[in-house]
């Protein structure tokens, strides 16, 4: 999958990973996402980029994973998180649960490896935030999967932040469907509000509904989000699935 867009961004080297392991049966591997979110800025040519990967162990066992970048880019940070657990920052270095660097023919080679080993049955995420410039200005040249990734890739998402007054056509944006539901009744995403509110390199998307006909005396509103993919809000990873919230109200 290839996107190209006029604006203030980038050409975004071509990414190749390839999912490494060391164990008596080879690893096999399919990715169930992978997605990246990429900000661009109308007053500097640093690009930011948030690439997320939901990988499925199918079977053998796998520890470590390694992503090669043809062009210079900073790696920020590196976030791993398993079976849905709470994410992970893995630190700089060598062992368990950490993540190295090196330079190599005018690119960057990053290679992480999982603080536990990943066993057939597994899911695990790999959150990679990372910066890099703008190598032909106004043009963003992304490979989303690039051709030899050596697995499956079941669907790919990549979200592009312009800025201000710098969108392209709305006819070329899909935007994102927002869904939940309270008390088990699906809510009318036309009744749903969206406020944001950005503080670069991140974007907040708040979503809320005003419900009306309240019963008097103590109601429980349970409500439910409902995340079709990984979020990432700038410090942890969030697994796709529902997140059940109860609230205990006294209307009066």
């Known amino acids: 999958m290839r ?22 049966q080879s690893p096999s591997v399919e990715w169930d996402s992978w997605n990246a979110q990429i900000t661009a800025y109308n007053d500097r040519s640093q690009v930011d980029v948030a690439a997320t990967q939901m990988i499925n162990v199918l079977s053998g066992q796998l520890q470590a994973g390694q992503r090669d970048y043809s062009q210079p880019v900073d790696i920020q940070s590196v976030y791993f998180a398993m079976n849905g657990e709470q994410p992970q920052e893995l630190a700089p270095g060598d062992g368990p649960g950490r993540y190295q660097t090196y330079e190599t023919d005018g690119g960057v080679i990053l290679e992480y490896q999982l603080p536990t080993p990943a066993q057939a049955g597994d899911t695990f995420v790999v959150q990679i935030n990372y910066a890099t410039q703008t190598a032909t200005p106004g043009l963003i040249d992304w490979y989303v999967v690039p051709g030899a990734h050596g697995a499956p890739v079941n669907s790919s998402t990549v979200t592009i932040n312009f800025p201000d007054g710098e969108a392209p056509d709305p006819s ?28 670069a390199p991140y974007t907040c998307n708040t979503y809320f509904v005003v419900l009306s006909d309240w019963t008097l005396g103590n ?12 979020v990432f809000d700038g410090q942890a990873i969030f697994p796709d699935g529902n997140y059940v919230y109860q609230y205990d109200v006294q209307a009066q």
């Not at 604006?7 to 999912?19: D, E, P, R, Y």
């Open 3 to 24: 996107w190209k867009w006029i604006s203030s961004a980038l050409v975004v080297g071509l990414l190749v990973m390839a999912v490494g392991g060391v164990a008596a």
């Open 219 to 230: 109601v429980t509103l349970v409500a439910t989000l409902i995340l079709r993919e990984p």
């Open 172 to 199: 070329f944006v899909r935007l994102l469907e927002t869904q939940g539901s309270v008390n088990d009744r699906m809510v009318d995403p036309a009744l749903v509000t969206e406020v944001r509110t950005t503080n």
